[in-house]
Nanobody
């Protein structure tokens, strides 16, 4: 069992930056791939980024590639999402999630545990 708590969201102007954190409970954090997803009002939850259990492999949605960076600190049981050059279309509720599956986990159904989300609002 893993419990996830996101933090770091807020209101920022276009072009600004935010760093989201995802604190995990439990001693098996290092066994999970971690992902970030987002959901805007009236839209489906979509993949943003994911990182392997070791931190060696990452993947990003095309819409955030080059602007967002996912990372993790297994000793601190925490995953991060550094978001730079934010755009109004990045406005959404951001969720972190944990997956026991190997490989390229980019689908919602591939994740086993979810946080409650943190709101990111980017003004133009």
């Amino acid at each position: 069992q893993v419990q996830l708590v996101e933090s770091g969201g807020g209101l920022v102007q276009a072009g600004g930056s935010l760093r989201l954190s995802c604190a995990a409970s439990g001693r098996t954090f290092g066994s999970y791939a971690m992902g970030w997803f987002r959901q805007a009002p009236g839209k489906e939850r979509e993949f943003v980024a994911r990182i392997s259990w070791s931190g060696e492999h990452t993947a990003y949605a095309d819409s955030v590639k080059g602007r967002f960076t996912i990372s993790r600190d297994n000793a601190a049981n925490t995953a991060y999402l550094q978001m730079n050059s934010l755009k109004p279309e990045d406005t959404a509720l951001y969720y972190c999630a944990a997956s026991l599956r190997g490989g390229s986990v980019v689908e919602v159904y591939e994740y086993d545990y979810w946080g409650q989300g943190t709101q990111v609002t980017v003004s133009s």
